[in-house]
């Protein structure tokens, strides 16, 4: 593991004689204040990543060596989605004794420097999905911090918590199919987590499974607005009545959406310009928000269990930095089919 020129862990010494800048120049870069080049902050960032260097933890105890807090870093905090999850992990923690640290990445254009400046404040880290890039979880961990990844591929060294996704993604479309639904979109980003492009895998190997050619998929923001655009289009592009519309695109008879923001923002846009739910396209969700339960029709989706998922990841970690586990694991918890009246398909129907 790269570290001080003794084997020790690197200090801000090592880092200004490898980047060959003064002491105070290397301050102001790892701390953010006062006026530095780009040149000079580039060379401190890639000297800190060779050296693995984390800020030293003076705030620690000497006695136990832990500050009893937890880093938690997300990629943003929009929309219903983190509520539950960070209401899971700060009931975990608050019960143990341990302080969340909370930092989120979108918008940051230093993450890396922002989660090696936290890794000195905490006694390990939470990622979830795509805050960070594989790169700095990497270096977390050669700089021997405890890492969990929440909602993201497992990683050597690293714990892992997340949902199933592509077996439930799965049967939901095949559901769909059984109920004679043949042109099925999937509307969200693949790219944009882990999970959406498991979400997809099961959506395309439901069709595939059925012969059926697998439409690429509408890479939407995973909004309301982002959902309510797409149908805006598809409106647009959809005559009265028929199934084709002036630019010649086969209008949809379902939408597999990414998640629930971007089926109601869908489902209110369509019924808005005519297109009846479940009656003309069957629309499909995925988290269970509150939401989806109490609009007309109710949204169709498949339930996470977020408040479990938070949980479960404090938990891992708290494993982790009290030796009470040193062997990775990775888990993986179900998630439920909720049918409602937004696929034209539940019970009863």
């Keep these: 593991m790269p570290s001080g020129p003794t084997g020790r862990p690197a200090t801000i010494y090592d880092v200004a004689a490898l980047a060959q800048l003064s002491i105070a120049t290397v301050s102001r870069v790892l701390q953010g204040t006062g006026p530095v080049s780009a040149k000079a902050r580039a060379r401190v960032d890639q000297a800190a990543h060779e050296l693995n260097y984390v800020p030293l933890r003076a705030a620690r105890s000497l006695a136990v060596q832990r500050h009893e807090a937890h880093g938690l870093v997300l990629p943003d905090l929009a929309g219903p989605f983190y509520g539950d999850l960070l209401m899971g992990y700060e009931r975990w923690a608050g019960e143990h004794g341990q302080s969340v640290v909370l930092t989120v990445t979108h918008g940051n254009p230093h993450p890396a420097r922002t989660v090696r400046d936290l890794a000195g404040r905490v006694d390990g880290i939470v990622v979830h999905g795509n805050a960070l890039g594989l790169d700095v979880i990497q270096d977390l961990r050669r700089a021997n911090v405890p890492v969990v990844v929440v909602a993201h591929p497992p990683v050597t060294g690293c714990d892992s918590v997340r949902t199933e996704s592509a077996a439930s993604a ?90 629930d923001e971007i089926a109601l923002g869908a489902v209110q846009t369509l019924r808005d310009g005519g297109i009846g739910v479940p009656e003309d396209m069957v629309v499909t969700g995925w988290d269970d928000v509150m939401a989806a339960r109490y609009v007309s029709p109710g949204l169709t989706t498949v339930r996470q269990p977020m408040a479990e998922l938070g949980r479960l990841a404090a938990q891992r970690l708290h494993e982790r930095v009290t030796g009470e586990r040193t062997r990775a694991r990775n888990d993986v918890l179900p998630t439920e089919l909720v049918l409602r009246d937004s696929c034209g398909t539940a019970p009863g129907a």
């Design 170 to 259: 799965e049967r939901l479309t095949t559901r769909l199919l059984d109920h004679g639904r043949k042109e099925l979109l999937f509307v969200g980003d693949p790219a944009s987590s882990y999970d959406v492009s498991q979400r997809y895998a099961g959506y395309a190997k439901a069709l595939g499974a059925r012969g059926l050619q697998v439409p690429a998929p509408e890479r939407t923001p995973l909004t309301e607005a982002g959902g309510a655009g797409f149908a805006a289009k598809l409106l647009a592009a959809t005559t009265p009545g028929g199934r084709t519309g002036a630019s010649g695109r086969t209008r949809f008879d379902g939408l597999v959406c990414a998640n």
